[in-house]
């Protein structure tokens, strides 16, 4: 396993994360509880250190239970990251960023992970109903009373990231990058973080499990699983480009004798900025899966092979 600096923190993070939106039990599928928590303990035996939820993953914070329930015993060997300002009430998601309800979310937090600490606790989404600068200095608060040790971001634009970084100083940001989603690249979020020192968790690497080149339909069957929803690729016409562009990634995983999914990781990780990927899993076959990808990087060549069959396709 490779690990690197988290923006500054000073925390050495694993470029591989355990993800676990999906361990909500509400949104990729149904799981069972005691091989997702032998998924965390399978990420944890390969070298990932991270391990990033929410209080909004599961109806009932149903995440961070679990993963509480995996880190006990094994806390001084985890980097626990969770978020704060999305609830989730009679099933919706809600954003607030008021200061007095973020203090209960992260007490809540706490409880619910089995710690008196969170190592990265990051603002899930913007409010604008809440002053942004409000809740960073909250944010501030509870760095200095100890709860926690670095201040992250979500889901931000370049504007709010700077107004971050000047009033909190955050450590990081978690925007959605993959060969498929490119965004917050595009938008300029990612290179502002390469620029100003901050580390870059990224999410939805994987595109919902698309650019695995094992599902290869719309996902169906289980009322449990809404990525299809989230994630636009299982509709045509993007469905069979996704497929064509699978093509060329099996070429080159082929020649490392990898997996498709370690060539769709090791491109993120090859992005400038990035600091680490993370990876949802809720089976330790493929949380021991995942962590391969570390052995191993892309080439110039192959990135350049990458990147012209993705301009054929997509445009």
Same mark, same amino acid.
């Given at each position: 396993?490779?690990?690197?600096?988290?923006?500054n923190s000073g925390i050495d993070v694993s470029v591989i994360g355990h993800g676990t939106w999906g361990l909500g039990n509400d949104y990729f599928g149904e799981i069972d509880e005691d091989a997702?928590?032998?998924? +965390?303990?399978?990420?944890?035996?390969?070298?990932?250190?991270?391990?990033?939820?929410?209080?909004?993953?599961?109806?009932?914070?149903?995440?961070?239970?679990? $993963?509480?329930? %995996?880190?006990?015993?094994?806390? =001084?060997? $985890? $980097?626990?990251?969770?978020?704060?300002?999305?609830?989730?009430?009679?099933?919706?998601? +809600?954003?607030?960023?008021?200061?007095?309800?973020?203090?209960?979310?992260?007490?809540?937090?706490?409880?619910?992970?089995?710690?008196?600490?969170?190592?990265?606790?990051? +603002?899930?989404?913007?409010?604008?109903?809440?002053?942004?600068?409000? %809740?960073?200095? !909250?944010m501030l608060k509870f760095k200095k009373e100890g709860k926690i040790r670095a201040i992250g971001v979500s889901n931000f634009s370049v504007e709010e990231m700077r107004q971050s970084v000047e009033?909190?100083?955050?450590?990081?940001?978690?925007?959605?990058?993959?060969?498929?989603?490119?965004?917050? +690249?595009?938008?300029?979020?990612?290179?502002?973080?390469?620029?100003?020192?901050?580390?870059?968790?990224?999410?939805?690497?994987?595109?919902?499990?698309?650019?695995?080149?094992?599902?290869?339909?719309?996902?169906?069957?289980?009322?449990?699983?809404?990525?299809? !929803?989230?994630?636009?690729?299982? =509709?045509?016409?993007?469905?069979?480009?996704?497929? !064509?562009?699978l093509v060329t990634l099996k070429t080159v995983a082929d020649g490392h004798n990898a997996s498709v999914a370690e060539a769709s990781i090791n491109w993120v990780l090859a992005q400038p900025g990035?600091?680490? %990927?993370?990876?949802?899993?809720?089976?330790?076959?493929?949380?021991? %899966?995942?962590?391969?990808?570390?052995?191993?990087?892309?080439?110039?060549?192959?990135?350049?092979?990458? !990147?012209?069959?993705?301009?054929?396709?997509?445009?």
């Amino acid at each position: 396993m490779k690990y690197r600096k988290l923006g500054n923190s000073g925390i050495d993070v694993s470029v591989i994360g355990h993800g676990t939106w999906g361990l909500g039990n509400d949104y990729f599928g149904e799981i069972d509880e005691d091989a997702a928590v032998r998924s +965390i303990h399978a990420s944890l035996d390969g070298g990932v250190n991270l391990i990033d939820t929410a209080a909004a993953y599961g109806l009932n914070n149903d995440s961070e239970k679990l $993963v509480g329930k %995996a880190i006990k015993g094994r806390r =001084d060997k $985890v $980097v626990v990251a969770t978020k704060v300002g999305l609830l989730r009430t009679f099933g919706a998601y +809600i954003r607030t960023l008021d200061p007095g309800v973020m203090r209960i979310e992260l007490e809540k937090s706490l409880k619910n992970l089995g710690t008196d600490y969170i190592d990265l606790y990051q +603002i899930h989404w913007p409010d604008y109903n809440n002053s942004l600068e409000g %809740a960073l200095k !909250e944010m501030l608060k509870f760095k200095k009373e100890g709860k926690i040790r670095a201040i992250g971001v979500s889901n931000f634009s370049v504007e709010e990231m700077r107004q971050s970084v000047e009033i909190a100083d955050i450590s990081s940001a978690q925007p959605q990058l993959s060969l498929l989603s490119r965004g917050f +690249i595009e938008s300029g979020v990612i290179p502002f973080c390469e620029q100003n020192g901050v580390g870059v968790l990224t999410y939805g690497s994987l595109a919902g499990g698309i650019l695995t080149g094992k599902i290869t339909k719309r996902p169906a069957g289980d009322p449990k699983d809404h990525r299809a !929803e989230f994630y636009p690729f299982y =509709d045509e016409p993007m469905l069979s480009m996704v497929k !064509e562009l699978l093509v060329t990634l099996k070429t080159v995983a082929d020649g490392h004798n990898a997996s498709v999914a370690e060539a769709s990781i090791n491109w993120v990780l090859a992005q400038p900025g990035v600091t680490c %990927a993370l990876m949802g899993s809720s089976k330790p076959e493929t949380a021991a %899966a995942n962590v391969k990808a570390a052995d191993w990087e892309l080439s110039a060549e192959e990135l350049g092979v990458i !990147e012209e069959s993705y301009r054929k396709i997509f445009g």
